[in-house]
């Protein structure tokens, strides 16, 4: 029959291309493996590779090395999706997540100053309070060439001593359990939108036309109910969307 | 002591008052009421009614006949804020959130069809398919004479037989869950942002400049996995905010 002339590896590619369509595998994603391919198909390990290299070839995923093969952003509107809600999304950090999704992230920090005196910040009507010394990092967030986040934290650096001292190029929620051994606890973030416009001089986003952004107000608690981080960024609101799930069984009360 | 002249009906609303301003009660929140004032303070129904009275007369809560006191949304910026990944609060309605905190809700009915054929939607790069029969209502929802949110839902008519004849005032979930019997399971909902224009034929809130507005596309599923309700709903970005709760407990894997 002509169907057995299909080779293995396109049939598995098909296959892994369908989960990825049909949103059971979502950007930011791992496909299987080869070594998953191998026992799940039955194939032979150049037969795996080849089905990975095809997902990867027809744009569906990347490879990054060390780590697995990732479903890339393909949303047809070309927002990039964050997970607001869960803690594990919150672990990885934001120039993980665009490798991921086969962009080169890159950093400018426009500020980082040790603050004696803390800060004091109105998210919503209710005041956070970080005794200093704060850590203020202001930091503009590029894919490749463009602007996607504009991001200032204050950490408390009663909760991480010599937090300023450190790579922070890795997710900070990871560093603060890691390196700090903070039980973290609650993280309360708010979304609003505004429109900023090209002439503002805090607008850093190089657009010659009013752009809408997201602005995002978070605090980070410990357990104990310590502040450890606020952060209030931007989010380009053209190349960004926040998506939320909710399950009825964990959140009712 | 002058001290004590204070009368205490001004004390415990003072301390009511202080409790709202640290955050510890939200807008939408009951205030205690007239009973578990007089528990607490050991006072007369006099003054605990006074006390309440006088929270209500600075402005902070407001009392709803048969109901209880509640706080009214007073952040500093006058956004209204909209708590997501939270079943509890997907089970209040959008018109009774809005009457808890001060405002006359009003709606108006711009489409109710029934549409044989079902639909597709996308969010997100994901289809959702319902169906048909569907039941699509496109609502402009106010609070005293400002549009906040123009909303259209999908309702699949298989999972909720003649809810074109029923009174839908009241929250949708409560009406699935209730009436319907049935089990929801997960909620998905994504948040985007983008600005429209006064002239924009699509544009019914009524603002001569242009408006940052949220876009809200959701999903309903039961815990079977079917589809109950689509939705997809802008919300004047001038006038709400979104807030997420992360609690690592509920969600770590």
Chains 1, 2 share one sequence.
């Not at 093969?69 to 047809?76: A, C, E, I, P, Q």
């Not at 005794?131 to 991001?151: S, W």
Request: hydrophobic share 35%; with cysteine; aromatic share 8%.
């Amino acid at each position: 029959m002509t169907k057995n002339t299909i080779p293995k590896y396109l049939t598995i590619s098909k296959e892994i291309i369908q989960r990825i369509e049909s949103g059971e595998l979502e950007a930011g994603d791992k496909v299987p493996s080869e070594n998953e391919l191998i026992k799940t198909y039955n194939v032979s390990n150049t037969t795996a590779r080849k089905s990975l290299l095809e997902v990867e070839l027809k744009g569906w995923a990347t490879r990054i090395k060390g780590k697995g093969t990732f479903v890339l952003n393909r949303s047809d509107d070309k927002h990039l999706t964050r997970v607001l809600g869960s803690f594990h999304n919150d672990l990885e950090s934001f120039s993980n997540n665009l490798l991921k999704e086969g962009f080169t992230p890159r950093n400018i920090i426009l500020e980082k100053t040790i603050l004696e005196n803390g800060i004091s910040s109105n998210i919503n009507g209710r005041y956070y309070i970080i005794d200093g010394p704060v850590l203020k990092i202001h930091r503009l967030r590029y894919a490749d060439e463009t602007l996607l986040k504009d991001e200032t934290k204050y950490i408390s650096m009663t909760c991480c001593p010599k937090i300023n001292i450190l790579d922070i190029e890795e997710s900070l929620n990871k560093i603060y359990i890691d390196k700090y051994q903070l039980k973290l606890g609650e993280v309360q973030r708010t979304l609003g939108t505004t429109i900023l416009l090209p002439k503002e001089p805090e607008n850093y986003f190089d657009v010659e036309i009013p752009l809408a952004v997201f602005i995002l107000d978070g605090a980070i608690y410990t357990i104990e109910g310590k502040i450890v981080e606020i952060e209030k960024s931007y989010y380009r609101g053209d190349k960004y969307k926040f998506s939320i799930k909710t399950k009825p069984e964990l959140s009712k009360e």
